[in-house]
């Protein structure tokens, strides 16, 4: 099994049978119900789950697992974060849908092929998610992810296109203010 990559967390217990809501991201759940186990670090080990049941209820998911049957079983791992083997997340990505260590350092440029910087982070804001591109001189502005600004993912060349549309100035940068 290569690495591990977290999908939810384990927020409380549901009911008195020792099953679990877990937050997760939206737009997961046919890989949650598709679950055979899961993974989570108790005191830095990895301990496996085993998945009985999946269901969902007011964008919780509602977990039943084989090893846990009481809500004192639950509250050991109450909290912690679920993990799962990042090639079943992979098999599950869909189109235009990628992991955040995949798009770091990947370098950017524009759509003449001019070199602007590296991805240095993802963020989110409630309409997309938004690329933080690096200049070599250290510098940083934002971009949202969306495909009218960003329309070519290429992961397997490290790298990812921008469109530069008019009125975006990327010398509008974040920073330590003593470098602007």
Do not use: W
Request: aromatic share 6%.
């Amino acid at each position: 099994m290569g690495k591990l990559i977290s999908i939810g967390k384990i927020l409380n217990f549901h009911g008195i049978k020792g099953e679990i809501k877990m937050g997760y991201s939206a737009g997961k759940e046919s890989l949650i119900k598709s679950l055979k186990n899961i993974y989570v670090y108790i005191n830095d080990e990895k301990v496996c789950y085993d998945v009985q049941s999946v269901r969902f209820h007011k964008n919780v998911a509602i977990i039943k697992f084989r090893q846990i049957n009481s809500i004192d079983d639950v509250m050991l791992i109450k909290g912690l974060l679920v993990h799962v083997p990042e090639e079943l997340l992979k098999a599950n990505l869909k189109k235009d849908e990628f992991l955040i260590k995949d798009l770091i350092n990947a370098k950017v440029f524009d759509t003449n092929g001019n070199e602007i910087g590296v991805i240095s982070d993802v963020g989110e804001n409630k309409a997309s998610n938004i690329l933080e591109i690096q200049k070599s001189n250290g510098l940083k502005f934002m971009v949202p992810f969306v495909k009218e600004l960003v329309p070519e993912v290429d992961l397997n060349n490290n790298k990812i296109i921008i469109n530069m549309i008019e009125g975006m100035d990327i010398t509008a940068v974040t920073g330590d203010a003593n470098e602007i």
